[in-house]
């Protein structure tokens, strides 16, 4: 499907997709507040593969669920492509429509089959027609879960339900996807074959993605840039430009320059760690 | 593209419904029916206490056309005040659900009415409604709607934060919430409450009938322990267990038609 290709020197232009200005988050409980992220300013640009790492609970989630809405900034400014979002600004259905949000868990419903879990979102955009529904089944091709779309997610492994949640975020042609560490809960190989798997889906549809990790292999491998965090509260500590080749593969992974970043990174995490002992 | 053979699970092949899982449980009864016969005979318990399966059975058709209005009256009651309870305390769940003030209000007194034995109930219902089928499906309505309605509440309130999180992510309407998200999920703990009310309309209703009606099978059995006519007596206890049975197998059917994820 040649109209989902999107041309990759369209990101020669490289204009901030996203701008995250001074943004903090503060939960108030009954005996206390609570800063979660605090003073977070970040800017990705169109079509540009941005991680964030950090220690848990350092704030990660919260900053992709400002993004995507579900949670509204106590202050600060969040600019997805030029609208403005703040504390007071609900976002609007168009902005809804740019973004996909893939969770921890693949978080599929276990009443739906497969190709209903990925259509699912149509259902509620009221995107009908068989265009669309053309374009479910491309996606479950691309993701090789053609054969078991009408199985139900009990019957399917870990692997292929996340895939499926995955393409479940794509299937309304957003323009950028937020993943929460989506792939955190699989085994090593699993989680390596959907690394690249997740890289070819970027390589084709040019989408904007900002991805959660703990894993810093795992940032190093896919990302343009990283954002590294501290805990408590959570704060931006530092960012790392990745001037590793694309195609990334796995071969990568043993090379210098990409252990040299590794280290990089687990440092910095590390510093906070300790000094927050101290 | 990666091929993603390595993480495939094995299909779980879809269980066959075998032979053996008809067959078991008649074999049961079967064995239950000839050792109480052999009891009954071996120990010459004369039929004013106990009478024989056999004969209790030959009662069922002998009496058939005598009883047909009593087993009509009680089934059609026990039907009547289970859709009600049923459409009601799915209906109330969902309003519960979603406005809170109106659980904090009612919910005390739903439990209420669930933890209270009906049998108390019956005297106080009989003075104002008399005897007649009214009074029955009341019974049945007020035994079997508060566990249907406990059970739906349960399934309404309790879904996973981050299945709503979905929707609230896509930015879905309450109602798109609701279709999606809420009901699907509550579903299996709708069909357990629908298979125990089943259980308690049935209860219900024998129990008033029993407690000062003048028809239905629970009335009849009074009547013919009183009379020492044991077999009818067996034979009306065990129309009351079909009607049970039927309510209960027909929610089972219905869970696995629309049921069809396994959970």
Known sequence: MAEVKMDRSAKAGRLPKIILSGISK?????????????????????????SIVGPSGCGKSTIIRMIDGIIRPSSGKITIGGNEIDSQTKI???????????????NL???????????????????????????????????????YADKYPTEISGGMLQRAGVIRAMVYRPEILLMDEPFGALDEMTREELNLELLDIWADTGLTIIFITHN????????????????????????????????????MTNEDQ????????????????????? | MTAA?????????????????????????????????????????????????GAAIQAMFTNFGEL??????????????????????????????????LGIALTPYINLLCTTPLITLVPLLMLWLGFGNGVKILAVVVQAFPI?????????????????????????????????????????????????SGILATIACVTTEMSGGNNGLGYEIVQFTQYMKMDEAFACIFYVAVIGILLYSFSSLLESRVIKWKI
């Open chain 1, 216 to 251: 810093v292999q795992e940032a190093v491998l896919l990302s343009d840039r990283i954002y590294v965090m501290s805990t408590n509260p959570g704060k931006i500590i530092s960012e790392v430009q990745i001037g590793l080749p694309r195609e990334r593969t796995l071969e």
């Open chain 1, 26 to 50: 503060r939960f108030q409980s009954r005996r206390q507040t609570i800063t979660a992220v605090e003073d977070v300013n970040m800017s990705v640009n169109t079509g540009e593969f941005v």
């Open chain 1, 92 to 106: 609007t259905q168009e902005i809804v429509g740019k973004i996909g949000f893939t969770f921890q868990l693949p």
């Open chain 2, 68 to 101: 047909a209005p009593y087993i009509l009256s009680t089934y059609l009651d026990i039907l009547a005040g289970f859709l009600i309870a049923v459409v009601f305390g799915i209906v109330l769940a969902c309003l519960i659900s979603n406005f809170n003030l």
């Open chain 2, 148 to 196: 249907v309605n406990m059970n739906s509440l349960t399934g309404f309130n309790n879904v996973e934060m981050m299945k709503l999180e979905l929707m609230q992510s896509l930015r879905a309407s309450r109602i798109q919430t609701f279709r999606y998200c809420v009901l699907p999920n509550a579903l299996p703990s709708v069909f357990t409450g629908m298979k125990l």
């Open chain 1, 258 to 278: 990409f252990i040299a970043y590794c280290d990089t990174i687990t440092r910095k995490i590390g510093t906070v760690n300790l000094d927050k002992i101290k």
């Open chain 1, 109 to 147: 419903y276990p009443w739906m089959t497969i190709r209903e879990n990925v259509a699912l979102p149509l259902k509620i955009f009221g995107l009908r027609g068989s265009d669309w529904e053309d374009y479910v089944t491309y996606l479950l091709q691309t993701v090789k879960l053609e054969q």
């Open chain 2, 5 to 53: 053979v390595t993480s495939q699970k094995q299909e779980i092949a879809p269980k066959k419904k075998s032979h053996s899982s008809v067959i078991a449980p008649l074999v049961t009864i079967l064995a239950i029916l000839l050792i109480w016969q052999f009891l009954v005979i071996a120990f010459h318990i004369p039929a004013w206490k106990i009478p024989t399966p």
